[in-house]
């Protein structure tokens, strides 16, 4: 299991899953000692291994060599996000979670960038989560979030909750419309 951050949304089931696969191995690049805060049966602590890896190392060694940690431009908790090479998918957490599913029957991706929202929607949502870019100087997150976007283009973007957003240019609207509510780009 690869694990993005401490928040329990992110590894508030691995003790689950540890009691029913004893050998589970997980992986994170966050340096915060994970086993300690899975829930296991008993309250006993777990021994299941935490490979801690760095932002940049890729995966080969789980057998995922096309799969890249980086580092998210938006993060608490010492986040991470995935790269996955081969399809030039990035796996991300709460950054690109706008696009909510409104019944069961949702399909999954979204390709048309009709749909986007707008920039101060956007705006509001990230708020609600990351309150603090409210006050943030937001040049140098503006320049991390300049950098990953230089190094990748997404052809889909995987948000921890949501609909994927898929297509070429679909996604770099989406990251536009993203940089624009952030950063007040004129993009």
């Known amino acids: 299991m690869y694990s993005t951050r401490i928040e329990l949304e992110c590894l508030g089931n691995h003790g689950l899953i ?9 992986v ?3 340096v915060v000692p994970q086993a300690a805060l899975f829930h296991v049966s008993g309250f006993r602590s777990t021994s299941a291994p935490v490979t801690h890896m760095r932002m940049g190392d890729n995966l080969e060694e789980f057998g995922f060599p096309e799969i890249q940690i980086l580092q998210a431009p938006l993060r608490m908790l010492g986040t991470s996000w995935l790269w996955e090479r081969g399809s030039s998918t990035l796996f991300t957490t709460d950054s690109f979670n706008i696009d909510m599913f409104e019944s ?17 929607f956007i705006r509001k949502t990230l708020l609600q989560k990351f309150d603090w870019l409210a006050l943030a100087d937001m040049d140098m997150i503006k320049s991390d979030w300049d950098l990953l976007f230089q190094r990748v283009a997404p052809a889909a973007i995987a948000p921890i909750h949501g609909r994927v957003q898929i297509g070429d240019e679909h996604c770099q609207n989406v990251v536009r419309s993203f940089a624009k509510a952030l950063f007040h780009d004129a993009c």
């Open 28 to 30: 994170t690049a966050n």
């Open 18 to 26: 540890i009691n029913e696969f004893p050998n589970s191995q997980i």
């Open 104 to 120: 069961p029957d949702d399909p999954i991706f979204r390709s048309n960038s009709d749909f986007i929202r707008s920039p101060d």
